[in-house]
């Protein structure tokens, strides 16, 4: 996959979704890339999120993906 263009969006911190002592640290890129991306190392696959899907909770998500990373994406009309 080849990764193109590169902004930054926004940090998120958080509580550990397994680890309730340690704080989660997230930068959020906005990306544009062509190709198919590939997972590997501790990532099993990859899945393609749609609007609706979110809107009809068909995935499980940790925490602040689903309160705040994906509405904030949402409200930027990146989503």
Do not use: C
């Amino acid at each position: 996959m080849e990764l193109g263009e590169m902004n930054f969006f926004k940090e998120y911190s958080s509580q550990h979704f397994y680890d309730p002592d340690k704080i989660s640290q997230q930068r959020i890129y906005i990306v544009s890339a062509e190709g198919e991306p590939k997972s590997g190392a501790e990532i099993e696959k990859i899945i393609w999120l749609t609007r609706e899907d979110f809107e009809k909770r068909k995935y499980p998500m940790i925490p602040i993906n689903e309160k705040e990373i994906i509405p904030d994406l949402i409200k930027k009309k990146v989503f």
